[in-house]
């Protein structure tokens, strides 16, 4: 897609650290790491996010993820976030989905929950009726 930044790393215009990539799938330091090792997943044809997304490429990037996760894990790295966001009121910066391979460990100074429990109480029976999947 004309001017989407990871479309231009695909390319190869926009330089990248890449730690893996196949005929489908890349992945690439964030050069604005969370913390060290901080990993951008993307699938290497331009999609928006989780709406547009190939049942069978949504896969694969996932299992990428895990890829990479076992290969850092064996490179000293034990624990991790994996986020994806869909839609800007979710915080989604570049409009070609991505996921965030994020490695953490006990001092990095990240409490990702701490932003996310704001005390919210439902009405669960409501939003059950409302969101069940039958
Ligand atoms: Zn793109």
Request: with cysteine; net charge neutral.
């Amino acid at each position: 897609m004309e001017g989407c930044i990871f479309c231009r790393i695909v390319k190869g215009e926009i330089p990248s650290h890449t730690v893996y990539e196949d005929n489908e799938v890349k992945a690439f330091f964030d050069i604005a790491p969370a913390t060290p090792g901080h990993t951008l997943i993307i699938p290497k044809k331009h999609y928006e996010n989780i709406f547009d997304m190939p049942e069978e490429l949504l896969l694969k990037t996932t299992s990428t993820a895990k890829k990479l996760a076992h290969h850092y894990k064996e490179k000293g790295y034990g624990a991790f976030n994996i986020i994806q966001s869909s839609g800007k009121e979710a915080n989604q910066d570049v409009m070609h989905f991505h996921m965030h391979l994020v490695p953490r460990h006990d001092k990095d100074g990240l409490d990702l929950w701490k932003s996310m429990k704001k005390g919210v109480k439902p009405d669960f029976e409501a939003l059950k009726e409302k969101l069940k999947l039958e």
